[in-house]
């Protein structure tokens, strides 16, 4: 839950929102203030307005630089230290050598638009399997079920697809064929 603010809490005229953008303040005391609610919250809480969708921009209290990958960033790491891990080593050093790489912002546009690949045949999927059981779809997704690798085995072919169109697309940019 939020908490109410203490002594230091912000001026009254602090503005709350940018645009349609929540705005929340981290302080130097490392506190995170949410100026919509004026309370603070905790990392757990802005992973939440995270999974409902929430738009934000995390700011430093004084000089308004924008905190809000490193707030991410942060979210990613405590998730990835505590329970089971999304990313393996291996994915993680991949990602790594891309840093510095010519292809870097390359890689970050792949890989955002394979995520967004991935949620669009996740949402098609939970469409397509409403009339099933919670029983039954936790059974579908734990086993290596025809259906599952079928759907894997798409994604996959459209992610490599989508690499090479990508791909084409910056060596025609480049007036270079492939």
């Known amino acids: 839950m939020a908490r109410k603010s203490a002594s230091s809490t ?41 999974v409902e969708g929430e738009v934000f ?27 089971v891990p999304m990313f393996s080593e291996t994915a993680l050093a991949n990602i790594i050598r891309f840093y510095g790489h010519a292809m870097q912002g390359f890689m970050g546009n792949y890989l955002e638009k394979n995520v967004q690949t991935f949620i669009d045949l996740q949402m098609q999927m939970a469409e397509q399997s409403k009339h099933l059981s919670p029983e039954l779809w936790a059974q579908v997704m734990t086993t290596q079920s025809p259906l599952l690798t079928g759907l894997m085995g798409n994604y996959t072919e459209q992610s490599k697809n989508m690499l090479t169109q990508m791909q084409d697309q910056m060596f025609a940019a480049m007036g270079l064929k492939r």
């Open 10 to 50: 912000p001026k009254p005229d602090d503005s709350h929102e940018v645009g349609d953008v929540r705005l929340i303040k981290k302080y130097p005391n490392r506190r995170l203030y949410d100026t919509r609610t004026s309370s603070y919250i905790t990392l757990q809480e802005v992973k939440a307005l995270v």
């Open 57 to 83: 921009k995390v700011v430093e209290a004084k000089t308004h630089e924008d905190l809000t990958r490193s707030i991410l960033l942060q979210i990613i790491l405590e998730e990835e230290s505590a329970g």
